[in-house]
T-cell receptor
């Protein structure tokens, strides 16, 4: 059975801190790993990673994939209160294309 | 504007009363799927569809039905809802590769 585990489950930091969110997976026929941000509504796409060792970057957010060790990290530098959200990791794999398995998410709270 | 729409956004119903949650996308995406989100369990896939008339079960399909008669629409049907189907439901669409676009969610309560 495909599995995606995120850690920590919850994180509280102050503005300006740097955070690292973790995602490990066990998936057959791995195709890609995706990160989403979910505020009080639908998840919004952040990154899609398919190759090991290539960092994806968008502003203060960055992510990297290690296909050998089966994990990914999402870094957020100089956090702001607007970064408060649930961050979801999903892995595309399994028998059918586009079958996504999600982790349970990391709840990030950034205090002023 | 490219979007995925769901209706209704909120629904309170009683056990056993059939309901349908509609989902529509305007991006000509082949792939559509339904998820439910419950505290501590993350998003779990209910059903997905690779194209018109092609649907398949996800991780938690029991108690749900779907249909894909047109490319843009992918309704979720609960023939006989039960309280354990109280959840937040998301529809999503995508091309066969790349990121998924999520609808705004439907919060369903079954009494």
């Amino acid at each position: 059975e495909d599995k995606v585990v995120q850690s920590p489950l919850s994180l509280v930091v102050h503005e300006g801190d740097t955070v690292t969110l973790n995602c490990s997976y066990e998936v057959t026929n791995f195709r890609s790993l995706l990160w989403y941000k979910q505020e009080k509504k639908a998840p919004t796409f952040l990154f899609m990673l398919t190759s090991s060792g290539i960092e994806k970057k968008s502003g203060r957010l960055s992510s990297i994939l290690d296909k050998k060790e089966l994990f990914s990290i999402l870094n957020i530098t100089a956090t702001q209160t607007g970064d408060s959200a649930i961050y979801l990791c999903a892995v595309e794999g399994g028998g059918s294309a586009r079958q996504l398995t999600f982790g349970s998410g990391t709840q990030l709270t950034v205090l002023p | 504007e490219a979007q995925v729409t769901q209706n209704p956004r909120y629904l309170i119903t009683v056990t056993g009363k059939k309901l349908t949650v509609t989902c529509s996308q305007n991006m000509n995406h082949e792939y559509m799927s339904w998820y439910r989100q419950d505290p501590g369990l993350g998003l779990r896939q209910i059903y997905y569809s690779m194209n018109v008339e092609v649907t398949d079960k996800g991780d938690v399909p029991e108690g749900y039905k779907v249909s894909r008669k047109e490319k843009r629409n992918f309704p979720l049907i609960l023939e006989s809802p039960s309280p354990n189907q109280t959840s937040l439901y998301f529809c999503a669409s995508s091309l066969l590769t790349g990121s998924s676009y999520f609808g705004p969610g439907t919060r369903l309560t079954v009494l």
